[in-house]
C-alpha cells in the first residue's frame, strides 16, 4: 500500500511539473523575441495616438520568429496572429500602471516597420475584458 501511494505521489508530481514547464515555455520564448528585437519597437506605441506611455513591451512574433500564445478569448485577433507572414511583427504593449494591454501589428514597409493596427487586450476601465496565456499585467 505504502509503494502505491509513494508512486502515486511521485506521479502527481511529476505530471505538475510538466505542466509547469508546458505553462512558462512561451515566457522564455517571448522574452527571448523582447532581447532580440524589442528596442525597434520602443517608441512606436504612440501610433495608434492613444498610448502616451507604456510600462514595458513583449515581442510576441518578430517575422517568422513567434513565441505560441496559448490562450485568447478573442478569436479573430488569434486568427489574425496566426496568418501574419514574415513581413509582419506582433508587440504587445502594457500601459503605464498597467491600465490595458494592446497588441500592434507592425509591417516591414521598405525596411521600416508601420503600425497597421491594433487590437485592445485588457483595459481596466471596463473597455475590453480580453484574457490571454501568457498573461502579462
Do not use: C
Amino acid at each position: 500500500m505504502k509503494k502505491i501511494k509513494k508512486g502515486l505521489v511521485i506521479f502527481i508530481i511529476f505530471v505538475l511539473m510538466l505542466l509547469f514547464i508546458y505553462f512558462i515555455v512561451p515566457y522564455f520564448a517571448i522574452n527571448k523575441l523582447t532581447a532580440k528585437y524589442g528596442s525597434e519597437f520602443a517608441d512606436l506605441y504612440s501610433e495608434n495616438g492613444f498610448y502616451d506611455d507604456i510600462e514595458y513591451l513583449k515581442v510576441l512574433q518578430y517575422r517568422d520568429e513567434r513565441a505560441d500564445i496559448y490562450y485568447l478569448t478573442d478569436d479573430r485577433l488569434k486568427n489574425k496572429l496566426s496568418s501574419l507572414d514574415d513581413d509582419h511583427a506582433a508587440i504587445l504593449y502594457i500601459e503605464e500602471n498597467h491600465s490595458s494591454a494592446s497588441i500592434f501589428i507592425f509591417g516591414d514597409v521598405n525596411g521600416e516597420w508601420k503600425f497597421e493596427g491594433w487590437d485592445l487586450i485588457r483595459s481596466f476601465s471596463g473597455t475590453a475584458e480580453g484574457v490571454m496565456w501568457p498573461y502579462y499585467f
